[in-house]
């Protein structure tokens, strides 16, 4: 993977030219061509990744598409605003009237909130399922109208790794398809041998690198479902940025090293905190004791640095928030996958209908980054001191 990301989507030097390492940024609206028929044939080009109309993707968005398209394994990408659009093109795409979807209860809330907004306005119904389903349990939850099957793994707050093999057999013996939010997974996830149809990836995260982007990229492996994709992509106006997607696609040039360097340190910090007296689990797919770690085990290649905490539940939320508020080296904010190390609480900040693995206890999401990780355990420590504290009988 690391050779890949160099190496893909960059421009060649020819016999008579040379190229810069990066390729340059292209923005524009209008294209102009030399004929009528010239610009009619262009036209009809829409899904070859060929220049149209500036609304319809720049060269520097086409070249992030042909780089994403590399790292998940499918045959064509479109970039488009941000991760969230991500989830929700797809799903306007492949759900008709009167259709229902099935969602994994662990899904991220942006995705839920979409689903029981606008997809409901549309008179498509969802059921949220348990991500941690058997295949008799989506046999029974299947229906003669399902069209798709989402899939988000691990989740994004309790980090349950689905079975997605057994998910993409059950969904297409149904007739559906699979779509798979693989943002925690990229680059150690490979979707399309495992069954799923559509991937998504909220390329904010790790591909960008440097929070300082919003864009997302939804992946496909079929040649019909790409037109489907696209066409929809076109008719509701979906893309990105030329200045994000060149961001984005230098990011990329650095995700291996990163990725590897912030993984192995979220996996010693987590093994750290699982050893702590004040915490009931870390949840965490590549700890042995984190639920579906076999899953992992079986149909990863690594590990992102993002995973849950889980407190005892003689804590409340008031002593994890002033936990939370003594931490130095940890910033508080949404999202992840950037250099720096981010906390996040969780407890009352998730929907769900099923019994969920941080209901023990106030729970919390870390992201690790690329600070020294000993630096980062002294904060945590100093941090589980302050909520120890506030737990002890007072004089």
């Known amino acids: 993977m690391a050779t890949l990301l160099v190496q893909v989507a960059r421009d060649q030097p020819t016999d008579q030219a040379g190229v810069l390492v990066n390729p340059a940024v292209t923005r524009g609206s209008t294209v102009l061509f030399p004929t009528v028929d010239a ?12 220049m149209i109309y500036g609304a319809m993707g720049t060269p520097i968005q086409h070249q992030l598409e042909t ?28 759900l ?21 907004t606008v997809l409901r306005r549309f008179g498509v119904e969802t059921t ?6 058997d295949a008799a349990g989506l046999h029974a939850a299947m229906r003669p109208n399902t069209q798709i099957v989402f899939t988000e793994s691990p989740g994004s707050h309790t980090f349950e790794v689905q079975d997605i093999r057994m998910i993409a057999d059950v969904a297409h013996e149904h007739g559906a398809r699979v779509m798979l939010d693989n943002t925690w997974g990229i680059g150690v996830f490979q979707p399309f041998r495992h069954g799923v149809d559509i991937s998504i990836q909220a390329l904010t995260k790790y591909p960008s690198g440097h929070s300082d982007t919003i864009v997302g990229a939804v992946s496909v492996a079929d040649e019909q479902d790409w037109h ?39 996996i010693d910090i987590a093994l750290w905190l699982a050893e702590r007296p004040e915490v009931s ?45 003594s931490l130095t080296m940890f910033g508080l904010g949404a999202s992840w996958g950037g250099y720096e190390s981010l906390v996040l609480p969780t407890t009352h900040g998730i929907t769900r209908s099923c019994p ?18 000993n630096d980062l355990i002294a904060d945590l420590s100093a941090g589980l001191d302050v909520l120890s504290r506030r737990t002890m009988p007072q004089d």
């Not at 610009?39 to 060929?50: A, L, S, V």
């Not at 949220?128 to 389903?133: F, G, K, L, R, S």
């Not at 969920?356 to 600070?371: M, Q, S």
């Open 96 to 116: 008709g009237k009167n259709g229902h979807c099935l969602i994994p209860d662990s899904v991220y809330g942006p995705t839920r909130r979409f689903a029981n």
């Open 67 to 94: 780089a994403i398209a590399a790292i998940e394994g499918a045959r064509h990408t479109q970039i488009v605003s941000s991760g969230l659009a991500a989830c929700t093109t797809p799903l306007l795409a492949f």
């Open 356 to 373: 969920a693995p941080a209901d023990d206890g106030p729970a919390l999401r870390l992201h690790i980054g690329l600070e020294n990780p």
């Open 228 to 266: 489907v994709l696209r066409d929809t992509c076109i008719q509701i106006g979906q893309l990105a940025g030329p200045d994000d997607c060149w961001l984005t696609l230098r990011g990329l040039r650095t995700m291996g090293a990163r990725l590897e360097k912030q993984s192995c340190a979220a």
């Open 281 to 325: 689990r870390v949840l965490h797919p590549a700890l042995p004791s984190c639920p579906g770690h076999a899953l992992w085990e079986r149909d990863f290649t690594g590990a992102s640095a993002l995973f849950g905490v889980v407190f005892k539940p003689e804590y409340g939320v008031a002593d994890m928030t002033a936990m939370i508020d």
């Open 128 to 133: 949220y399922y348990p991500p941690t389903i």
């Open 39 to 50: 610009m009619q044939r262009n036209g009809q080009r829409r899904y070859d990744h060929e």
